[in-house]
């Protein structure tokens, strides 16, 4: 006879343990049912013990589970994620000294790697084979084994929820209830991915969501309406009370007349990251450390009181703000705000995108920061009138905002074609000294810019030229210009001459002027005057490219501060020659600089080469 055996059913007091060790028989080993009736067992302690008390020898032996019990795609997805996150550096036997040595130096040492390695590689030593993985056997899993694979985070990260019910009801067993859990999936148009088993998951086991630590959702379906969202249920659905990390990059895109004070709550008090992209969600965490709110796809429409309301429940512990197209102000409210000032004495770094009446009335109403914060605002595709009759006046009042002790960053770009215009980046010493482990990948690697402009039109240099008088241009050490078209060379060694600190400068793009009038390059070499204390030049070698080197070499001979060359070589000639190329130009200068080369394939590949 068949028994349905049903957890519940699992006491003492109910059916006798020779009617209990008979419905178990009937259950195949490895199942869901099985792993469900175990995890049944380990959360009754008494009555675990009272059966462990009334069978004994092999009956006793067909309620405990052995390495046989784990199903093949548990079996498979731990030698698959330990090789992947924490790959041992030589092959180990189970049960031996080598398997607490890897435990406690490799697996458990914080190492674990945030992302899977694309490449799908695997050490040699622990490559997976028929029935075995390196020198370990597949039918010999030691409970060391089991006992590491689930206490790394990521290894729940990547299988929760696409798991068949007896691996999920395995790894549920094997785990506990104490094991933290951290949800990672991406879910693409190419890839029906995570999301839906992963909230299939948290419907499956209600304390499951009590344990996950970090949530990181990546959706690249883009939607219109934020409703079929899985992860909307999700919080409306589920607490998470132990949350720290939340991470959600959902693609939607939001009506500016939207409810936004209704949607979801995320009921995680002791959250201290979150980063919501093109999503919008409110929450009720007091220890938020980092926020960041982006709208990439579309601007997310954030009422700023709503905004100040959630950031005063954390504003004594928030260091970092990063708010991305997603300000919203109601007409009117900008002149008369309704909402009283939030302070937050411990913020560093403030970012702000947005619109620049918006951005006054976020900075000048609704926060107030110290004076020693980084503050950075981007004003993007202001018509050109507008800017250069607001910027200056904006930048000043910004200047009251920060004090020299902080930093302060202004990013403009016109509504003009920019593909006829020029980038201007201009940066503070503080984030460049010109020592070789700043420049070993390029100068500006992970350099932040004090002042960019993105202007289409040639007011961009008289604009530069306007904000020079309201910033302190003694502490700009590092320039990057970038013309897409000739330039006016007296506007350009006006901007030279204001700023005589600079020691670091990138200069692309050399059309040659009409009426023979130089490029900005031979303005540059051709008078030790402009960027006297200049020790590092930059230039992009493209095809556009025509300089002699001989004659660059014998103008930077004479400048004794110049020590290293910069050349990124922008596909100026075949890869085939690339070292021909090197051996040449180096032995024009003699040895007299460094130079240092860096290939760029795409224009978009600068600053990462």
Same mark, same amino acid.
């Given at each position: 006879?068949?028994?349905?055996?049903?957890?519940?059913?699992?006491?003492?007091?109910?059916?006798?343990?020779?009617?209990?060790?008979?419905?178990?028989?009937?259950?195949?080993?490895?199942?869901?049912?099985?792993?469900?009736?175990?995890?049944?067992?380990?959360?009754?302690?008494?009555?675990?013990?009272?059966?462990?008390? %009334?069978?004994?020898?092999?009956?006793?032996?067909?309620?405990?589970?052995?390495?046989?019990?784990?199903?093949?795609?548990?079996?498979?997805?731990?030698?698959?994620?330990?090789?992947?996150?924490?790959?041992?550096?030589?092959?180990?036997?189970?049960?031996?000294?080598?398997?607490?040595?890897?435990?406690?130096?490799?697996?458990?040492?914080?190492?674990?790697?945030?992302?899977?390695?694309?490449?799908?590689?695997?050490?040699?030593?622990?490559?997976?084979?028929?029935?075995?993985?390196?020198?370990?056997?597949?039918?010999?899993?030691?409970?060391?084994?089991?006992?590491?694979?689930?206490?790394?985070?990521?290894?729940?990260?990547?299988?929760?929820?696409?798991?068949?019910?007896?691996?999920?009801?395995?790894?549920?067993?094997?785990?506990?209830?104490?094991?933290?859990?951290?949800?990672?999936?991406?879910?693409?148009?190419?890839?029906?991915?995570?999301?839906?088993?992963?909230?299939?998951?948290?419907?499956?086991?209600?304390?499951?969501?009590?344990?996950?630590?970090?949530?990181?959702?990546?959706?690249?379906?883009?939607? !219109?309406?934020?409703?079929?969202?899985?992860?909307?249920?999700?919080?409306?659905?589920?607490?998470?009370?132990?949350?720290?990390?939340?991470?959600?990059?959902?693609?939607?895109?939001?009506?500016?007349?939207?409810?936004?004070?209704?949607?979801?709550?995320?009921?995680?008090?002791?959250?201290?990251?979150?980063?919501?992209?093109?999503?919008?969600?409110?929450?009720?965490?007091?220890?938020?450390?980092?926020?960041?709110?982006?709208?990439?796809?579309?601007?997310?429409?954030?009422?700023?009181?709503?905004?100040?309301?959630?950031?005063?429940?954390?504003?004594?512990?928030?260091?970092?703000? !990063?708010?991305?197209?997603?300000?919203?102000?109601?007409?009117?409210?900008?002149?008369?705000?309704?909402?009283?000032?939030? !302070?937050?004495?411990?913020?560093?770094?403030?970012?702000?995108?947005?619109?620049?009446?918006?951005?006054?009335?976020?900075?000048?109403?609704?926060?107030?920061?110290?004076?020693?914060?980084?503050?950075?605002?981007?004003?993007?595709?202001?018509?050109?009138?507008?800017?250069?009759?607001?910027?200056?006046?904006?930048?000043?009042?910004?200047?009251?905002?920060?004090?020299?002790?902080?930093?302060?960053?202004?990013?403009?770009?016109?509504?003009?074609?920019?593909?006829?215009?020029?980038?201007?980046?201009?940066?503070?010493?503080?984030?460049?000294?010109?020592?070789?482990?700043?420049?070993?990948?390029?100068?500006?690697?992970?350099?932040?810019?004090?002042?960019?402009?993105?202007?289409?039109?040639?007011?961009?240099?008289?604009?530069? %030229?306007?904000?020079?008088?309201?910033?302190?241009?003694?502490?700009?050490?590092?320039?990057?210009?970038?013309?897409?078209?000739?330039?006016?060379?007296?506007?350009?060694?006006?901007?030279?001459?204001?700023?005589?600190?600079?020691?670091?400068?990138?200069?692309?793009?050399?059309?040659? !002027?009409?009426?023979?009038?130089?490029?900005?390059?031979?303005?540059?070499?051709?008078?030790?005057?402009?960027?006297?204390?200049?020790?590092?030049?930059?230039?992009?070698?493209?095809?556009?490219?025509?300089?002699?080197?001989?004659?660059?070499?014998?103008?930077?001979?004479?400048?004794?501060?110049?020590?290293?060359?910069?050349?990124?070589?922008?596909?100026?000639?075949?890869?085939?020659?690339?070292?021909?190329?090197?051996?040449?130009?180096?032995?024009?200068?003699?040895?007299?600089?460094?130079?240092?080369?860096?290939?760029?394939?795409?224009?978009?590949?600068?600053?990462?080469?």
């Amino acid at each position: 006879m068949h028994y349905e055996l049903r957890p519940q059913e699992i006491t003492p007091s109910g059916a006798t343990l020779e009617s209990i060790v008979a419905a178990h028989a009937s259950v195949p080993r490895g199942s869901a049912h099985h792993f469900r009736l175990l995890r049944e067992f380990r959360d009754d302690p008494a009555g675990c013990a009272a059966i462990r008390q %009334g069978l004994h020898g092999r009956q006793m032996n067909a309620l405990l589970p052995t390495t046989s019990v784990l199903p093949e795609e548990i079996l498979s997805m731990i030698f698959l994620a330990l090789a992947d996150i924490a790959p041992p550096r030589a092959p180990i036997t189970c049960g031996g000294h080598g398997m607490d040595q890897y435990y406690l130096r490799t697996a458990i040492a914080d190492v674990e790697k945030s992302e899977i390695d694309k490449s799908h590689r695997m050490l040699p030593v622990f490559g997976a084979g028929p029935g075995h993985l390196g020198c370990i056997l597949v039918a010999h899993v030691s409970g060391e084994w089991r006992d590491l694979a689930f206490r790394l985070r990521s290894f729940w990260a990547r299988h929760i929820g696409a798991l068949p019910n007896p691996a999920f009801e395995g790894m549920l067993y094997w785990a506990g209830n104490t094991v933290p859990v951290s949800l990672v999936t991406l879910c693409s148009t190419l890839r029906e991915g995570g999301l839906p088993h992963v909230v299939t998951a948290l419907h499956r086991d209600e304390k499951l969501a009590q344990r996950v630590e970090r949530i990181q959702f990546e959706d690249t379906f883009r939607r !219109h309406n934020s409703a079929n969202f899985p992860c909307i249920s999700l919080f409306k659905t589920f607490k998470f009370p132990r949350l720290t990390s939340l991470d959600i990059s959902a693609n939607i895109s939001y009506d500016r007349d939207g409810d936004h004070y209704s949607v979801p709550l995320v009921d995680s008090p002791l959250l201290e990251s979150i980063r919501l992209e093109d999503i919008s969600l409110r929450w009720n965490s007091s220890r938020l450390v980092d926020i960041e709110l982006i709208g990439d796809f579309a601007k997310i429409y954030v009422p700023i009181p709503l905004l100040v309301d959630m950031l005063g429940l954390s504003s004594q512990t928030l260091s970092r703000l !990063h708010l991305q197209n997603c300000l919203f102000a109601a007409p009117g409210s900008i002149a008369s705000p309704t909402f009283t000032a939030v !302070h937050l004495p411990n913020l560093r770094s403030l970012f702000i995108e947005a619109p620049i009446l918006e951005t006054m009335s976020f900075l000048y109403d609704a926060v107030v920061v110290p004076r020693t914060a980084n503050l950075i605002i981007d004003l993007p595709y202001e018509p050109v009138h507008f800017l250069e009759a607001v910027v200056p006046v904006f930048y000043a009042g910004l200047s009251q905002v920060v004090s020299n002790d902080g930093y302060l960053g202004l990013l403009l770009s016109d509504d003009t074609d920019h593909d006829l215009g020029c980038k201007i980046e201009l940066y503070e010493g503080a984030h460049y000294d010109g020592t070789p482990s700043h420049v070993e990948k390029t100068p500006l690697y992970g350099m932040t810019a004090k002042f960019e402009l993105s202007s289409g039109t040639n007011s961009g240099l008289s604009q530069i %030229g306007l904000l020079l008088g309201c910033m302190d241009y003694r502490r700009v050490t590092v320039l990057h210009l970038e013309f897409r078209q000739p330039r006016e060379v007296d506007d350009t060694e006006a901007i030279w001459r204001s700023l005589p600190e600079v020691r670091f400068l990138h200069l692309a793009s050399y059309e040659h !002027h009409p009426g023979g009038r130089p490029d900005p390059l031979t303005l540059l070499l051709s008078s030790s005057s402009l960027l006297p204390k200049l020790e590092v030049l930059s230039v992009e070698w493209d095809w556009k490219w025509r300089h002699s080197w001989p004659w660059i070499a014998h103008k930077i001979a004479h400048r004794g501060r110049m020590r290293t060359l910069h050349i990124y070589r922008m596909l100026a000639v075949p890869r085939s020659e690339w070292a021909e190329q090197e051996r040449q130009v180096e032995a024009i200068f003699a040895e007299a600089i460094t130079i240092r080369w860096y290939d760029v394939q795409m224009l978009s590949d600068f600053g990462r080469a």
